[in-house]
């Protein structure tokens, strides 16, 4: 991730501090479960170990309903011996998968710990296997690798993979959507600009052929806070990113759609038309949840850099008391807007310090903590209430139709906790 200039802190925003440590948190490998989803004809080959792919099986193995569009090349020890039988061994592995698999347009080399220890040069590979499939097959390379990541940077990695490719746009007419959306939150979208009257295109788009195009003077609205390296490549083509909140909750999502508005030069009124159903259906479903969230005080450990917009929508549109904002990282750009609206003196830290985060957790007993997997099963036999926060990447909960889904997961636990106490 890059280095972003620290955000002066004073008495008013939120409190911004970095700290340093152990962090327990998944690799974006996990980013292959719900990408895989999106892009229909598009085949994800981790070149790993059996480590890997026992964790993406564990993490998708519920969702697969289909002949699953990813596998695991295992690194053995025989591949160790040598580069040269290594690449062999892919090129063999790819050519029979595309054999079997003639609906494959897009072929994600996804690189992991172990091929980046042996230093296996998947870019390399992913450029000779492209010339040699052109052009029924692309093949593009990214890396999931844990090392010094987080989970959500797999789908930053493989969208900006995905960037050099896409065509040269001939006019900046087109808004382009950048994130991964669950299909109808994107086709609410879709029609919400269109009533908007701004052609939007998506990335990524739902088959290999359809991505969008991209040049000088596109103008892109991130839909997930974890793109930086996305965003770069799309600057780098001359895209320029409007800033916005994220579309999360009822408040966050007509900001964010009002971004895009002011930047098209949309009349008000029609703005206002456009969105005053869906506003006045997302305020109607937070309603139904503020009573079990108002009040509540709410603790986040880093896991899925979706925190800071997630903190502001729950103190801001369902009244939480936000005791720490813990990040894995905090992209002072991307979130200024986030930032700016969450209560002065939040404590928001960047990195966390796992046992430092432990330890003022247990010492605040928040109603309420949302953290990864591995802290949530301790964390609940300390007799702390978890929400993990890996489900609100797998779960829609961008826009209006989804704010009162995102409330209930947060409200969920907290009923459960009470009847368990009753
Ligand atoms: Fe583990 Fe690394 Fe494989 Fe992820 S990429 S499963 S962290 S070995």
Redesign the pocket.
Known sequence: MNAHAPLPSGTCGPSIRTERGQRAVF?G?TGIVWLHRKIQDAFFLVV??R??AH?IQSAAGVMIFAEPRFATAIIDERDLAGLADMNEELDRVVTRLIERRPDIRLLFLVG???SEVIKLDLSRAALRLSQRMAPSVRVLNYS???IETTFTQGEDACLAALVPDLPEAVSTDELLVVGALADMVEDQFARLFSDLGIAARFLPARRASQMPAVGRGTRYLLAQPFLADTARALEQRGARRIAAPFPLGAEGTTDWLRAAADSFAVDPARFAAATAPGLRRARQALTAHSEKLTGKRVFFFPDSQLEVPLARFLSREMGVELIEVGTPYLHRGHLAAEIERLPDGTPVVEGQSLDDGLDRCRAARPDLTVCGLGLANPLEAEGLTTKWSIELLFTPIQGYEQAGDLAELFARPLDRRARLEV
């Open positions: 690799c490998l790993g170990s480590t890997c964790l992991s710990c172990p999931g690798s844990g």
